[in-house]
């Protein structure tokens, strides 16, 4: 278990700053340190109890050596900028006062990006909250469906060549595509998009397809329809306790999706209770 007081001690060694914060990521409660400086954003890096001292010392280290990214706070939460900056985003069902709908087993929210969505690396978000909607007088329906138009931008079906930046001969054929955004941040939302997988559908020819939620990050979209989703849903949960961190981790189930109506459902759960 990490030493709050050894990490305050360490990162004081080093003239920084932190004061310890909670919060609810993916519906599990996160412990982390927020940088305290002069600047009015100010980063929170996040700890898990596995992470040793050192490690994550040097990480917040890092984290407030960044630059901070130019953002006009005071035109942050308005109208316009709500509508044209936020987009879609997917998490497991947890009791966050966020703006937020039920999808499937899941939760669909709406983050808003804090530098321009489009056309910036950053990936600083922040969810939206009902305050939001009532400063800016935009309404749930009015900011679910710019965030959907926004998030259309972003979202793409590719290869795993095309995902891991490398060529096709050295990855070979891979039996899955990649669904997710083009800055890799909060991409599971594809699931979410049937516009989206129905122009890859179309694309490829393909009345229907599994998909396998990798991480909060992104899906994988499995053409071959042999499968048995029960193994699949088997194999999600196995790839969850091994490789992704409990954070960004989906319920162990498998999808469906069914081109002739354009919806997603449930096709197995590795969990009995199904979600």
Known sequence: MISTLKIKEALAAEGIEVKE????????????????????????????????????????I????????EVDVDNLITRDNLLNNSFLCLQRQGTEEIVKREYLNLELYVRLAITDFFFSDSKASTKVTQRMLEMTGVTEEELF??????????????????????????????????????????????LALPECIHSFCKEKGLSQLYILPSSTEEVLLLPDMDGD????????????????????QFYPVVYLYDDATQSVSIAASFDERGC
Not at 34 to 55: G, K
Not at 166 to 185: I, M, T
Not at 234 to 246: C, S, W
């Open 21 to 60: 914060v909670e919060t609810i990521k993916n519906g599990i409660k996160c412990q982390g340190f927020q940088i305290q400086s002069e600047d009015r954003i100010r980063p929170v890096v996040y700890y898990s109890q596995d992470e040793n001292i050192e490690a994550f010392v040097g990480k917040v």
């Open 62 to 69: 890092e984290v407030a050596n960044r630059p901070i990214p």
């Open 229 to 248: 989703p029960l193994m699949l849903a088997q194999m999600v949960n196995e790839v969850n306790d091994a490789e992704v961190d409990p954070v960004l």
């Open 145 to 190: 469906e710019a965030a959907r138009k926004n998030s259309l931008f972003k979202a793409q079906i590719t290869s795993l060549a095309e995902a891991l930046g490398l060529s096709e001969e050295f990855v070979g054929e891979a039996p899955f595509y990649v669904g997710s955004y083009a800055d890799k941040c909060h991409g599971a939302a594809v």
